[in-house]
C-alpha cells in the first residue's frame, strides 16, 4: 500500500458504513492521507438472518460502505471475522450472563476484534496507522523519561471526545502504548451535528443515516429474546427485600441490577433489579425507586489496563460505571497494603456518595477531571 505522493502517510479505516466512520475515511483523504477503507462481516446468528439485515455488517451495510468508497475513490476491503468474533464477543457475553453477570459486549469487540484486525490489516498492507469513527480524542507527548518501552520517549494520551453526549472513550480503556502509536480518531474533535454537516458536503449518502442502538449481534432492539435463544432458562422466585415471593421469572440471564422493563408482576409496580441469588435461582426486587438496595458506595474491580503507567494508590479519578452513567469523584484503593505487580490485580472503589445499580460484569473506567482516560477494568 506505501504511496510516495501521499503527504502523511497511509492510513486503514474501519468503515461500517455509518456516518462517523464515513467521515473520517473524508478527513483523513482530505488530510493528504492515502486511505483505504476495511469493512468487518461479524458473526450472524443461525436461521436469524433475515433480522439482522439493518444492523452493522449487513447487506445493506456493505453496500453504504462500497458506495461512501467509491465516491471517495478509495479502495475498499473485506475482512470476515465472524469466527473471531462469535469466541470473543458472543460466547463471551453468553459465558458472563451465565455467571450472573451483565458483560459489555462493545468492550470485549473493541479489544479482541476490532483493533486487532485493524493492525493485522495495516501490517499486511504496509500501512502507518489504522483509523476508526470512535468519539475520542488522542494526544502525544514528549517526556523526558518514562517507565514504558516507548519510542524517543514519546506517549500517548487518550482523551474523551468533544461531544460528550457521544464520547466512546469508555470503551477503549484496553488500548496499549502500541496500539495508541497507530491509531488516529478523526472524528473526536468534533461534535456529531458537525460530522453530519460535513457528510452531506462530502456528498455522502449516508449523512442522515441513523445511529445504531442495541447489541449489534441480537437483531431485536432488546436482547432478552437473543438470550432466550441461546441460554437455557429456568424459572424461578420473584421476591422482593424482605423476602416475600412476588411471582415468577423466566430466567435470571435476562436481567441487570436497576433494570425495570419486563419484570412482569404489575399490581403494586414499578418495579427494580436489586440482586439476583444465582444459587436459589431468585430475582430479587424493590418497588421503591429510591430504595436504598439498588445503591452502592463501594465496589470492587479487576483492572484489566492502564493506559499509561500503574499510578500510585490510593488515588483520586473521576469513574464511569456504565458508559451512560457520569463520571462521579471517588477513590480508588489496593485490596491489600501491596503495590501490584501487574495490570490484571484488584482495587477497591469508594465513590464519594451512593451510586445507582453498579453491576458486576460492567467496565469500570477511570478519567481526570480534563477528560482523560487513566485506565480501568471490569466490576467484580
Given at each position: 500500500m506505501k504511496n510516495n505522493k501521499v503527504k502523511k502517510g497511509n492510513v486503514v479505516v474501519a468503515m461500517s458504513s455509518g456516518v462517523d466512520s464515513s467521515v473520517a475515511a473524508a478527513i483523513l483523504k482530505k488530510q493528504g492521507y492515502g486511505v483505504v477503507g476495511i469493512f468487518m462481516h461479524f458473526w450472524k446468528e443461525p436461521h436469524q438472518s433475515e433480522l439482522v439485515e439493518n444492523k452493522c455488517c449487513s447487506l445493506e451495510a456493505q453496500e453504504d460502505?462500497?458506495?461512501?468508497?467509491?465516491?471517495l475513490g478509495i479502495p475498499l476491503y473485506t475482512a470476515n471475522v465472524a469466527k473471531e468474533f462469535k469466541k470473543e464477543v458472543v460466547d463471551y457475553y453468553l459465558e458472563e450472563l451465565k455467571k450472573g453477570r451483565t458483560p459489555n459486549p462493545c468492550v470485549a469487540c473493541n479489544q479482541h476484534i476490532k483493533f486487532n484486525v485493524m493492525l493485522k490489516k495495516m501490517l499486511e498492507m504496509k500501512a502507518d496507522?489504522?483509523?476508526?469513527g470512535h468519539y475520542a480524542q488522542l494526544h502525544k507527548f514528549k517526556v523526558k523519561s518514562s517507565k514504558l518501552k516507548v519510542k524517543e520517549n514519546i506517549i500517548y494520551r487518550l482523551y474523551q471526545g468533544k461531544d460528550k453526549e457521544k464520547d466512546q472513550s469508555y470503551f477503549l480503556f484496553n488500548l496499549s502504548?502500541?496500539?495508541?502509536?497507530?491509531?488516529?480518531?478523526?472524528?473526536?474533535?468534533?461534535?456529531?451535528?458537525?460530522?453530519?454537516?460535513?457528510?452531506?458536503?462530502?456528498?455522502?449518502?449516508?449523512?442522515?443515516k441513523d445511529d445504531s442502538q442495541g447489541i449489534c449481534f441480537a437483531p431485536e432492539k432488546y436482547p432478552e429474546e437473543f438470550i432466550k435463544r441461546n441460554l437455557k432458562m429456568k424459572k424461578g422466585k420473584i421476591?422482593?427485600?424482605?423476602?416475600?415471593?412476588?411471582?415468577?421469572?423466566?430466567?435470571?440471564?435476562?436481567?441487570?441490577?436497576?433494570?425495570?422493563?419486563g419484570i412482569n408482576i404489575g399490581g403494586t409496580g414499578p418495579y427494580y433489579v436489586v440482586?439476583?441469588?444465582?444459587?436459589?435461582?431468585?430475582l430479587i426486587v424493590t418497588n421503591k425507586e429510591k430504595d436504598a438496595a439498588l445503591y452502592r458506595s463501594v465496589a470492587l474491580v479487576n483492572i484489566l489496563n492502564w493506559v499509561e503507567i500503574r499510578p500510585k494508590m490510593p488515588?483520586?479519578?473521576?469513574?464511569?460505571?456504565?458508559?451512560?452513567?457520569?463520571?462521579?469523584?471517588?477513590?480508588?484503593?489496593?485490596?491489600?497494603?501491596?503495590?501490584?505487580?501487574?495490570?490484571?490485580?484488584?482495587?477497591?472503589?469508594?465513590?464519594?456518595?451512593?451510586?445507582?445499580?453498579?453491576?458486576?460484569?460492567q467496565a469500570a473506567v477511570f478519567y481526570t477531571s480534563r477528560g482523560e482516560v487513566l485506565g480501568g477494568g471490569i466490576i467484580k
Open positions: 460502505a462500497r458506495k461512501v468508497a467509491q465516491i496507522y489504522i483509523a476508526t502504548q502500541r496500539q495508541l502509536s497507530k491509531i488516529l480518531f478523526p472524528v473526536g474533535k468534533y461534535k456529531k451535528s458537525e460530522i453530519r454537516k460535513m457528510a452531506k458536503k462530502f456528498d455522502l449518502p449516508v449523512y442522515n421476591i422482593d427485600t424482605s423476602g416475600k415471593i412476588l411471582g415468577e421469572h423466566e430466567g435470571l440471564p435476562i436481567f441487570t441490577i436497576g433494570q425495570r422493563r440482586g439476583k441469588d444465582s444459587k436459589k435461582n431468585e488515588m483520586k479519578a473521576l469513574v464511569k460505571i456504565r458508559y451512560r452513567h457520569p463520571a462521579v469523584r471517588a477513590i480508588i484503593k489496593l485490596t491489600n497494603n501491596k503495590q501490584p505487580t501487574t495490570n490484571n490485580s484488584s482495587y477497591i472503589i469508594e465513590f464519594d456518595g451512593p451510586q445507582r445499580a453498579v453491576t458486576p460484569g
